[in-house]
């Protein structure tokens, strides 16, 4: 039995104009297991609302343009594919709240909502959710005195070795670019 078939065809470029590449300098980190998946709501692989459990609240991870880059790869299995999730993060400071932040996120697992420079017609695109659907985990984190570039730790997170994404990152957007940064401020303390 055939899963999915191809519905739609695509022009794969723009003569008007490229797509902007970079991330801004935000990323709204969520704990996995506080977000209320059953009145959240995901269409098409879009998030226009994000319900947190009661009392809980996400973070932010704010640092440079560009410091983070979000990727996905495919996991070609033999019955189903899936994809992996990746967010390197990487902070310039060198402070006890900067190590604790580190190693809260050992154990966690996580949903990101990373902010781009793409924003897409009509800002769609401008934000995307990485680990929706299985949360990411710190899977590596790497720290030098040699400091190299001013990075004090470079840390990534990403899809479990046996809990991995059923798409590519989900787009965050309710009906406008403010409406979408508001449901966003109401994720954070």
């Not at 004090?152 to 991995?164: M, T």
Request: some cysteine; overall charge neutral.
């Amino acid at each position: 039995m055939d899963l999915s078939q191809i519905t739609a065809g695509l022009v794969a470029v723009s003569a008007a104009r490229s797509a902007i590449a970079g991330t801004g300098s935000k990323v709204y980190l969520l704990s996995y297991t506080d977000i209320n998946k059953a009145t959240s709501v995901v269409t098409a692989n879009v998030i226009s609302s994000i319900v947190m459990q009661a009392t809980k609240k996400g973070y932010i991870f704010e640092t440079l343009d560009n410091s983070f880059d979000g990727s996905s790869d495919l996991v070609k299995g033999t019955y189903y594919s899936d994809f992996d999730h990746k967010l390197p993060l990487r902070i310039f400071t060198k402070t006890q709240a900067a190590k604790k932040f580190v190693e809260s996120l050992k154990l966690a697992r996580v949903v990101a909502i990373v902010e781009n420079k793409e924003i897409g017609a009509a800002g769609e695109l401008k934000y995307e959710c990485y680990g929706w659907d299985a949360g990411l985990e710190l899977m590596s984190m790497k720290t030098s005195t040699a400091m190299a570039d001013k990075v004090v730790f470079e840390l990534e997170l990403g899809s479990g070795s046996k809990s991995k994404e059923t798409s590519l990152p989900k787009s965050v957007f309710t009906t406008s670019v403010a409406a979408t940064e508001t449901m966003l401020a109401g994720l954070i303390p």
